[in-house]
């Protein structure tokens, strides 16, 4: 069974720093890797999506990469600001047939950004 | 704009009573999917279904049911709601069943069962 790990569990760092998340997963079988943004109380707003034959994807200050045979994702923040605070989820999207398209979540990241 | 709509946002009900979640969605897509968001436990797969009258089981489907009578909604049944219930649920959809886009997720829907 396909399970996803993030590290760390959480983060406290000054506005302005350079951040990395990260995401493992333990079956290489997926169709891609999505991380999302969650606000407490609130939904899942995506961020950013890889797919299995993309190493890396970028938009604004936030840059993924994923290296599928290791099963390894990295979320990057450059300039990290107070309103970047939130939990960082990492999914990865299955390809085995038993559970084609199912989810696999990771417990998440929460991510405190203070001025 | 294109979205996934749960309702109600928040519901606190009794053992026993039983309750449905909506979710609709307004993308045309095919699979729409039920998790369940538990602390320590992350998100875990209720049910899903590939398309209309086509549903399965995920992960945890015990004590849930759904149904796919059109394209655009899918609701979640819980026929005899227990506390372990007690949970926040989201909805998803993509337009195919491992689709390459990704998914969209529902605002959530947070449930108490007393």
């Known amino acids: 069974k396909q399970e996803v790990t993030q590290i760390p569990a959480a983060l406290s760092v000054p506005e302005g720093e350079n951040l990395v998340l990260n995401c493992s997963f333990t079956?290489?079988?997926?169709?891609?890797l999505q991380w999302f943004r969650q606000d407490p109380g609130k939904g899942l707003t995506s961020l950013l999506l890889i797919q299995s034959s993309q190493r890396e994807q970028t938009s604004g200050r936030l840059n993924a990469s994923l290296d599928k045979s290791s099963g390894r994702s990295t979320l990057y923040i450059a300039a990290s600001q107070p309103g970047d605070s939130a939990t960082y989820l990492c999914?990865?999207?299955?390809?085995?047939?038993?559970?084609?398209?199912?989810?696999?979540f990771g417990r998440g990241t929460q991510l405190t950004v203070w001025p | 704009e294109a979205q996934v709509t749960q309702n109600p946002r928040y519901l606190i009900t009794v053992t026993g009573k039983k309750l449905t979640v909506t979710c609709s969605q307004n993308?045309?897509?095919?699979?729409m999917s039920w998790y369940r968001q538990d602390p320590g436990l992350g998100l875990r797969q209720i049910y899903y279904s590939m398309n209309v009258e086509v549903t399965d089981k995920g992960d945890v489907p015990e004590g849930y049911k759904v149904s796919r009578k059109e394209k655009r909604n899918f609701p979640l049944i819980l026929e005899s709601p227990s506390p372990n219930q007690t949970s926040l649920y989201f909805c998803?959809?993509?337009?195919?069943?491992?689709?390459?886009?990704?998914?969209?997720f529902g605002s959530g829907t947070r449930l108490t069962v007393v």
């Open positions: 998803a959809s993509s337009l195919e069943q491992a689709d390459p886009y990704g998914y969209t």
């Open positions: 993308m045309n897509h095919e699979y």
């Open positions: 999914a990865v999207d299955s390809a085995r047939g038993s559970t084609l398209g199912r989810l696999y």
């Open positions: 079956d290489s079988a997926i169709y891609n």
